[in-house]
């Protein structure tokens, strides 16, 4: 209230002045346009120039005003547009997820027609139009899509890609691939396109020297990455076996050396010779390789070895008791190879511990293979009662536990 009363004092004070002012001096103004004059006091004048100033500024702050509500309409309108095109590309993505691929083909090409970003919606009704089987469409879809936005070439290169492979045809997908130059091997999709595409044609080699840019670009986990190198490995070596026992040693000289240290790779390249009849090689390999790491897998191969010293190669393998003496699949190997040395009982011996062990640890693969081969040993030595007994435990331990059933009381024995 105090500030208040101030000011209208001051402006009461200052209306007082400029009255006095008037009162005092008025001074004169005169304006001569053509016939016309204008006679006025200076301040009246003065009042006159004031109300137009202040017209004008009214004037042009209408004229703005009035702008500004123009383009907000025209802004109303566009941002309009662009959320029913959104609606339509969302609503097509909906029904993709959804399954609706007729649905939502339709919505993406509406989007497409309307939108100033047409690439998305192009290559979304491409995909709907594959999954209805329809490859014409999404021909054309891809087309537009490349059309739309040149730039964007990988994008629909990778989706091309996608669309031939999901339809069986991982050679046409590897050549779209190869269109994209040097960005197949930095773009990560491209990366998985390409890994997929070649284990579908079977081209190992190839995925063999695109493992360094999966590992560097995907970072897959240990275990996948290994199942992985273990799979193009032993494809090259089935690829190479069935041309011959050359080209099978050929393709393992020319495997990078930390996959021919994976024991998977070792047993697999092992079986391969062993089918080759080079026992000699396989006996070799399997030795290096149980030398810098055990493993089971190993082990029993080992014992399928046809040595070209049996002698050496029993002695070798019963020099693993020391640390290995409890695991089956040793004992049963040590049985085989005692079988090459003709040391029946030995082997029988061998066999025994081993198919205790092996039923002790509820191995039943392990008891039925060892059984077979105790009792095909029982058999030969005359002893049939005890190769029966053998071959029903091995027989059981093979099959998967078999119901509870009521049976028939067995024969009294004859007098």
Known sequence: MKRL??????????????????ASEPGYILLAFGHYTLETTAWVGLALLFATLLVMYLVVSLLHRGLRRVGMV????????????????????????????????RQHERAALRSNAPLVNHLFAARASAELGDNTAAEMNLRRAEQARPRALAAVLLTRAELEL????????????????????????????????LIQVGDWSTLLTLLPELRRHLKPESAEFEALEMRAGCGLLEAAAAQGLDALRDSWRHLPKPLRRLPALVACYARHLLQQGADGDAEAILNDA???????????????????????????????????????????????????NQLWGKARDYFESSLRLSEAAGDGGGS???AAELGRLLQQLGEHDAAARCFERGLTAALAPLPSLPLPNPPLPRR
Not at 5 to 22: D, E, P, R
Not at 292 to 311: C, F, I, K, N, Q
């Open 5 to 22: 009363f101030i000011a209208v004092l001051l402006m009461l004070l200052l209306a007082a002045l400029l009255a006095a002012a008037i």
């Open 74 to 105: 025209g802004s109303w309108r566009v941002e309009r547009r662009v959320r029913r095109d959104q609606q339509l590309t969302l609503r097509g993505i909906v029904a993709m997820i959804e399954g609706n691929h007729v649905r939502a083909r």
């Open 166 to 197: 999901k339809a069986g045809q991982p050679q046409t997908a590897l050549t779209t691939l190869q269109r994209l130059g040097r960005d197949a091997h930095r773009l990560p999709q491209a990366l998985v396109l390409q890994r997929d595409a």
């Open 290 to 340: 149980l030398k810098r790491e055990w493993s089971a897998v190993l082990v029993d191969l080992y014992g399928r070895t046809r040595g070209d010293d049996p002698r050496r190669q029993l002695a070798l393998a019963e020099g693993w008791l020391n640390t290995h003496g409890d695991e089956p699949v040793l004992l049963r190997c040590l049985g085989r190879l005692a079988l090459r």
């Open 368 to 370: 039925a293979e060892t």
